[in-house]
């Protein structure tokens, strides 16, 4: 569907993207994630035309975009901001690229009604001035607008970073439920790993202009491919002294294990590594408790179903289990 080959961007002397591949198929939700600053927005800002590369190509449809201007190369973008005009209608906000492109008045009211009725905006809410509008019915519009045009493509940078909590995971899954409804292919840019996990098909984690690992979400988690991709996905335990000799883990090497691949005082123990530990201290969640327990003078964050009937306390002995299998080794840096 679309394709990156070797993308190399500048900014004067600074070299903010190094020789980026990405494919991205049709009907995939395929999201760029990494810390500020590591170049996803950069890279989305090259697909979507608003920066030029000093080399490589971008490819839409098997046909070379690199070089052609924003309004040709049939992409919908969502903006972090949502760039929507505050004191027009929200039906001229929606209208806005169908009258560019002069489509007939008539087709123009057609996709309107169309559009809107699959994002769950009323005639009510068309009518109103998008400035009278909450952020997450702000952010409906933007997407409205950005799929209105029947783009082969829509680039999302961020958008729900405005939004708070609750609302946010609200319409993050009302954003699934609607690229698969549409169908329709989507590049989306996000810092926050839960929202990648859980939205995305494939994701890009990237690092300094880098693209350290592309995979499905369970890829990237259960076996990511660098050190940084490791530490950056979701929460995770480093290893040292009495564990890694226990399991026999190469000392030359980091060591890490994610928290729910411990268990506390298990009932299976074949095949793994049993310690002694005393539990430091608990964070009750309600579907899970993570508890902090020191083994041989190591801290390890260990996450536990909550049953309701096994709940340990600070200062209380147990035993903790490890499987080799599950710990995740890489080499040190030079």
């Known amino acids: 569907m679309i394709q990156l080959h070797d ?68 992409i919908g973008i969502v903006f972090q901001s949502y760039a929507l005009f505050p004191t027009m209608t929200v039906h001229d906000n929606i209208a806005f690229g169908l009258k560019i ?18 994002v769950d905006l009323s005639d009510e809410q068309l009518a109103k001035a998008v400035s009278q509008l909450s952020g997450g019915q702000q952010q409906r519009v933007a997407i409205a607008r950005a799929l209105v045009t029947a783009p082969a493509i829509i680039c999302m940078d961020e958008p729900l970073s405005n939004l708070d909590a609750k609302l946010r995971v609200n319409l993050r899954n009302e954003l699934k439920r609607m690229q698969r409804e549409f169908g329709i292919t989507t590049i989306y840019v996000t810092h926050d790993q839960e929202e990648a996990l859980t939205l995305s098909d494939r994701i890009a984690v990237f690092n300094k202009g880098y693209i350290e690992q592309i995979g499905t979400p369970n890829e990237v988690y259960n076996h990511s491919a660098t050190e940084f991709v490791a530490n950056f996905i979701g929460d995770i335990n480093p290893l040292g002294g009495e564990i890694v000799s226990g399991l026999g883990l190469q000392p030359n090497r980091h060591h890490f294990i994610r928290l729910e691949r411990v268990q506390v005082n298990p009932r299976h123990t074949e095949n793994t590594l049993l310690l002694n530990g005393v539990i430091q201290m608990q964070e009750y969640y309600g579907l899970y408790i993570k508890y902090y327990i020191d083994v041989g003078g190591q801290t390890l964050k260990v996450i536990e179903k909550n049953d309701g009937i096994n709940i340990y306390e600070p200062g209380e002995q147990v035993q903790v289990r490890i499987n080799p299998a599950d710990v995740m080794s890489y080499p040190e840096e030079a």
Do not use: Y
């Open 7 to 74: 993308i190399v961007v500048k900014f004067g002397d600074f070299e903010a993207l190094h020789n980026i591949n990405v494919h991205v198929k049709e009907g995939e939700f395929f999201t760029f994630l990494g810390p500020s600053g590591c170049g996803k927005t950069t890279t989305l800002r090259t697909i979507t035309g608003f920066i030029e590369p000093v080399s490589g190509t971008v490819t839409m449809q098997g046909q070379d975009i690199t070089h052609v201007p924003i309004e040709r190369r049939n």
């Open 101 to 118: 492109k002069k489509l007939p008045k008539n087709e123009i009211e057609q996709r309107i009604q169309t559009i809107a009725r699959k």
